[in-house]
């Protein structure tokens, strides 16, 4: 095999640095991030929240699984953040529906009841 | 590994992409379970399988659900126009959130990992079960975090129930009406 293929091999089998699923979590966090923005459906702006949340988690195991002093603990704060994130979509979509029921609507710019 | 991973990544931020751009929420929610999909395969490329397990369980199958359960009460599943899905920020909030993403990544990307080494996860499900009692070295504070979560979780259960309720003999269901 010439060399030059072999190492091309060896980059496509080489695992990837701590710096790659780093990025892929912060661009994930900031696509959530643009859709909790300029979206008008509020449960679509749940969606958008929980991709940010799994961006943060994406972090998390990778620092847990490349920090020599972390001692893996990370993967038991993301445990403990999906338990939280799995109630925050619990009580939100009963919030959406409570608004839906005596709104007609949930779109969040026209709930403006609270506005002063 | 670097194959899968850049497979991964295409999959985990194209479908982030569909969440926010597709003009219906059905396709939304399952771009979004799409999306959990790719982070659980990361999970597995983390030495994290039983978390990766963790997310299948939670995100692709219960929040899936329950979104789409949201959908099925409040909306009908059809196509809108951008107009109507998007608020006036949209221009705004792409640069913010550009911002947000590009200043993120040159963060991370400038600091030193160099003494960051692959493979210290808890790879075994018994190790993960001993981090989360707080029984092994370094974790104890997850003896008092897990209880705290529990009482969370139950609290969670009973608001959803009570804010959702309707009210007995006051009004009728309107999304059950059209």
Redesign the interface.
């Known amino acids: 095999m010439p060399a030059q293929a072999q190492s091309v091999l060896d ?14 979590g ?10 909790a ?5 509020a ?2 702006i ?3 929240v ?2 940010m949340i ?1 961006g943060v ?2 972090t998390l ?2 620092f ?5 002093n ?4 990370g ?2 704060y ?3 953040v ?10 939100g ?6 608004v ?2 005596s709104r ?1 609507t ?1 779109n969040v ?1 026209e709930v403006t009841s609270m506005r002063g | 590994m670097t194959i899968a991973f850049g497979f991964l990544a295409g999959m985990v931020l194209v479908s982030a992409l569909g969440v926010v751009v597709s003009r219906n929420v059905v396709h939304s929610a399952l771009f979004m379970s799409g999306s959990f999909l790719g982070v659980a395969g990361f999970f597995v490329m983390l030495n994290a399988p039983s978390l990766a397990a963790f997310q299948v369980l939670i995100y692709v199958g219960a929040v899936t659900v329950v979104i789409l359960f949201g959908i099925m009460f409040t909306q009908r599943p059809q196509v809108r126009h951008y107009r109507t899905i998007i608020n006036r920020q949209f221009w705004a909030g792409l640069c913010v959130a550009a911002g947000v993403g590009a200043f993120l990544s040159y963060v991370l990307w400038i600091e030193d990992w160099s003494s960051a080494q692959a493979g210290n996860g808890p790879r075994e499900v018994a190790q993960l079960g001993r981090d989360m009692l707080g029984v092994s070295p370094g974790s104890e504070i997850f003896a008092l975090l897990f209880q705290v979560v529990s009482v969370l979780l139950l609290v969670a259960i009973v608001a959803a129930i009570v804010v959702s309720r309707r009210k007995v003999g006051t009004g009728v269901d309107r999304g059950v009406e059209e």
């Open positions: 980059a496509l089998l080489a695992s990837p640095p701590l710096q790659a699923y780093l990025i892929v912060a661009i994930m966090f900031a696509i959530g991030a643009w859709g923005l300029v979206r008008r459906n449960v679509v749940f969606m958008c929980e991709l799994n988690n994406l195991v990778a847990a699984d490349f920090l020599p972390a001692g893996g603990l993967v038991g993301a445990v403990l999906i338990a939280i994130a799995a109630a925050e979509i619990a009580v979509l009963a919030i959406v529906l409570a839906f029921r007609r949930v710019d």
